[in-house]
């Protein structure tokens, strides 16, 4: 594809295309974790626009990336020599029906914008903890945010969504239409065709108490089992990650992060709950307060010239073991660096077949990430994402495809349950039998839902 196509691509899109000799290109073929040489990238404004998109990549057999916010940690929301489908354009937050807190979401937002939106009519979705995360993507792999406990992940808020599949149909999925396939979008990521515009039933929120304790790492080996035990005992309203830290120069010393955040009003009820969460060890600094929801959410501030790699796994129980390993394995200077979060509540009271998120009986997500150079090979980050997550293998299962730093058949299969996986690869080979859309932690169409393992 060169510059004689863009006459036709013109008449064909209404929204922005862009070539690699247009001004805005070098702006926009890079991703948070990736860089990227595409053919062409088009910045659609209506599904019209998407479903030609779509019907371009098939004429001219190009791979496909769709991009929300491109933060994947795979850097797939780029590509070389394929075509990218920019939703920045998708990004209004209305609210359709305010009786029901129900609010229209474009898949092209970002959450801090939707966080502040919604904040103005007293309400609030639990998202990511980054400002410039997509809602797209983050959606598609289920969601696990600020207020899991309480209300669940963001898919469990999900009530209807918008999505151009490969054949360039463009249909409205709900428990009602579409049911297999609104399923597989619950958890299954961007396998299934390009959405647009997602329905969410929003809850009541008006202030937060939240923010962060740093503990001395000398008492990680009983600051953490505590922090375990206190998050059992916790009202749904307290949300909480501990962050093993190792370090980033004299400037920033290895630590034991406590972030948490309790969503409620209530004064009195918030305090109570975040005192256990002060009395794990030495203090070495503390910041809560009182805020909106959004201000819980953050700038994201990747390290220059470097690229995340890493593993993550649902644990049944913090059990003694897995603490032993968490305790042993990490923290100091050189190690990776690890997050804890506390599951349960809300989210573990949805049945696991109800959406394609099936982790739903765990007490704990655990994530373990390190960096390798931007241009290391695929061999070196391989190496890399082992040796980071060889401790806690023994004692996790499964994977939160939004993490996932490999793509492979194996590392995509194994993220789920066998009879989940084999649900999603059917509704695949019924909405994607030719995997146009593969550009993702993919699910490979197969009617008969064989295991890739």
């Not at 036709?8 to 295309?17: D, M, N, P, Q, T």
């Not at 796994?313 to 042993?328: D, H, I, Q, S, W």
């Not at 730093?405 to 994607?432: H, M």
Request: aromatic residues 8%.
């Amino acid at each position: 594809m060169d510059q004689t196509t863009f006459p036709e691509l013109k008449s064909r899109i209404a929204g922005e295309v862009i070539l690699p000799d247009s001004p805005e290109y070098n702006d926009l073929r890079h991703v948070m974790n990736g860089n990227g040489s595409p053919a062409l990238i088009v910045r659609p404004r209506s599904s019209e626009d998407v479903a030609e998109a779509v019907r371009l990549a098939r004429e001219y057999q190009l791979a496909v990336s769709i991009r929300s916010g491109g933060h994947s940690m795979m850097g797939l929301s780029t590509n070389d020599g394929g075509l990218v489908i920019d939703l920045a354009h998708f990004n209004t937050v209305d609210v359709i029906d305010p009786a029901q807190n129900r609010v229209r979401v474009g898949a092209g937002a970002k959450w801090g914008d939707v966080a502040r939106t919604l904040a103005e009519y007293g309400l609030a979705i639990s998202s990511g903890d980054t400002n410039s995360v997509g809602v797209g993507g983050l959606t598609l792999g289920g969601g696990i945010g600020w207020m899991v406990r309480k209300v669940g992940l963001t898919i469990d808020s999900l009530e209807a969504a918008e999505i151009v599949t490969a054949d360039g149909r463009v249909l409205r999925v709900s428990e009602q239409e579409q049911p297999d396939l609104f399923w597989a979008l619950r958890g299954g990521g961007g396998n299934f065709g390009v959405v647009t515009t997602f329905e969410f039933r929003a809850y009541p929120l008006q202030t937060v108490y939240g923010g962060m304790v740093i503990y001395d790492l000398a008492d990680l080996e009983t600051a953490l089992p505590k922090w375990a035990e206190v998050m059992r005992a916790a009202p749904e309203e307290l949300n909480s990650t501990a962050v093993i830290f190792p370090g980033f120069g004299p400037e920033m010393p290895p630590a034991l992060m406590i972030l948490l955040c309790y969503g409620g009003d209530d004064e009195a009820a918030a305090n109570a709950a975040i005192r256990p969460l002060l009395e794990l060890g030495t203090v070495k600094l503390q910041m809560i307060d009182r805020k909106p929801y959004y201000a819980m959410l953050e700038d994201a501030h990747p390290p220059v010239g470097v690229r995340a790699v890493g593993e993550n796994g649902f644990v049944k129980t913090l059990n003694p073991g897995v603490l032993a390993a968490l305790t042993a394995n990490y923290g100091q200077p050189g190690t990776p660096m690890v997050q804890i979060r506390s599951l349960g509540g809300a989210m573990s009271r949805v049945d696991p077949a109800a959406t394609a998120f099936a982790h739903r009986d765990y007490e704990a997500f655990v994530l373990a990430v390190t960096f390798v150079p931007l241009d290391a090979s695929q061999e070196q980050a391989d190496q890399a994402r082992s040796a980071v997550w060889e401790p806690l293998k023994p004692f996790a299962s499964g994977a939160y495809v939004n993490f996932l730093t490999d793509a492979s058949d194996t590392s995509v299969a194994t993220a789920y349950p066998a009879e989940t996986y084999a649900r999603l690869s059917r509704v695949k080979a019924a909405y994607d039998p030719e995997n146009l859309f593969s550009r993702n932690h993919n699910i490979r169409p197969n009617g008969r839902g064989e295991m890739f393992r």
